[in-house]
């Protein structure tokens, strides 16, 4: 995803001070201050963003953060407390897609897609610190993205609203680092709130929240990082997307959005068996996160447990974005007591999540070690998340 290597799961984050202090032993001065911005789980609604449709993430409890300086001329200076580019200097005149490497294209593309909208960017120094890990499915790129865009909203004083906000980092995303894609991610970091989800709706961005609390529930929502890297700028996503926008298209429909369940069966007369199989996912996933909504609200969050299974054979079956290190842990964890699995993210490598009673966890956790060392596979990183906060100001 990046050149810079992984921040585990283990990595501690220096304290907000720690992080000041260091952008003033770095760059000669005090920050204008410092925000921060999570990362994302997914609970449910994979690839239905840029259909238009509903997803159901969460903001977590693992966070990007950047001290940031105003200069005075128009250069750019980046540093991270993990990356291996040492300070990394730019113009913000000669900001262009393909201008930039590793983790400096997501501020960077921020700032060039704050500047395209019309806003006055200030050349900045920034130090960044992570503990998302990156490359798992939780949105470490989006994390940075969020805590920059927060921060140069307010030392611009250009006022943009949350929804603005997220089609500039999409717009950072797609037309600079080259990823195209929608803009989950970017809403739940952005839109986020403790103890709930955020249930979204792609097409007008109206979000709700949703509480989604496991410990009442005696429940734990376990993130098992499999350490398969996944690329959303590589082909896999993008063919799926262009399968989705051919099936809408065929089925003359302005997105898959418009397509119910029961248009399923005349669907399979129109399209080819696999564009029928990657709509189908699509149709069936809007079904689930509304489902899920429901169960949520009615029965909270013991109640959820099929649709996530359910999500993921679509995503294994029909999309075909699964790999076999996340069927394994997704399996792994079923067949170990947890009561719901899927992977989470844009598929091809990342995270799987496992919906587990505590008295299971440890059961869980030993058995998808125990698969993975068996299998030959690279240990998997295995931690809990709780929804947290959005991103904010914190110095
Ligand atoms: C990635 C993208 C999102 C979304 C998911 C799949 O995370 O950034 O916009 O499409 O994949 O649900």
Same mark, same amino acid.
């Given at each position: &995803? ?8 283990? @990595? ?20 204008? =201050? ?7 789980? !997914?609970? +449910? ?45 730019? @113009?913000?005149?000669? %900001?262009?897609? =393909? ?11 921020? &700032? ?5 909208? =019309? ?14 890990? %990156? ?8 994390? +940075?993205?969020?805590? *920059? ?15 603005? &906000?997220?089609? $500039? ?13 929608? +803009? ?8 986020? $709130? ?11 961005? !109206? ?13 734990? %929502? ?30 003359? *429909?302005?997105?898959?959005?418009? *397509? ?25 996933? !809007? ?20 649709? %996530?299974?359910?999500?993921?054979? @679509? &995503? ?45 966890? $440890? ?12 299998? =030959? ?11 947290? $906060? ?6």
């Amino acid at each position: &995803m990046s050149a810079a290597p992984h921040p585990t799961a283990d @990595s501690a984050v220096p304290g907000t001070q720690d992080l000041a202090a260091r952008f003033t032993r770095e760059f000669g001065a005090a920050p204008a =201050g410092v925000w921060q911005a999570p990362g994302r789980v !997914n609970l +449910i609604g994979e690839h239905t963003d840029y259909n238009e449709g509903f997803v159901l993430p969460f903001a977590i409890d693992r966070t990007a953060r950047v001290a940031v300086g105003i200069r005075q001329d128009s250069t750019v200076r980046l540093l991270s407390t993990y990356g291996d580019q040492g300070m990394v200097s730019a @113009s913000l005149d000669a %900001l262009e897609p =393909g201008s930039a490497k590793g983790w400096t294209k997501y501020p960077l593309g921020v &700032m060039w897609a704050l500047r395209e909208r =019309g806003i006055d960017v200030p050349g900045i120094d920034l130090l960044l610190d992570s503990d998302v890990p %990156l490359g798992a499915g939780l949105s470490s790129s989006h994390a +940075i993205e969020c805590a *920059v865009v927060t921060a140069l909203n307010e030392l611009t004083g250009a006022g943009l609203a949350a929804q603005d &906000m997220v089609l $500039a980092t999409q717009r950072a995303e797609n037309d600079f680092v080259g990823a195209p894609t929608g +803009i989950m991610d970017q809403s739940a970091s952005l839109r986020g $709130a403790k103890g709930h989800a955020v249930f979204l709706d792609c097409r007008d961005q !109206n979000a709700t929240l949703v509480p989604f609390e496991t410990e009442p529930a005696g429940l734990v %929502l376990l993130v098992i990082d499999t350490k398969v890297s996944h690329s959303h700028a590589d082909g896999g996503y993008a063919s799926r997307r262009a399968s989705c926008e051919l099936g809408a298209e065929v089925m003359g *429909v302005k997105a898959l959005r418009d *397509v119910q369940v029961g248009d399923l069966e005349e669907a399979s007369g129109l399209l080819d068996e696999v564009t029928f199989r990657r709509v189908r996912h699509v149709v069936t996933e !809007n079904d689930r996160v509304l489902q899920t909504v429901e169960r949520l609200a009615a029965e909270g969050p013991a109640a959820i447990g099929t649709l %996530l299974d359910a999500s993921h054979a @679509s &995503m294994r079956d029909d999309f075909e974005i699964s790999c076999p290190e996340l069927d394994l842990a997704v399996d792994t964890a079923r067949a170990n007591g947890a009561i719901g699995a899927r992977m989470t993210g844009g598929g091809f490598g990342g995270a799987a999540i496992a919906l587990t009673p505590v008295a299971s966890e $440890a059961k869980v956790r030993a058995a998808v070690v125990r698969a993975f060392a068996e299998a =030959g596979y690279a240990a998997p990183d295995i931690f809990t998340v709780s929804p947290a $906060a959005g991103a904010m100001r914190v110095a």
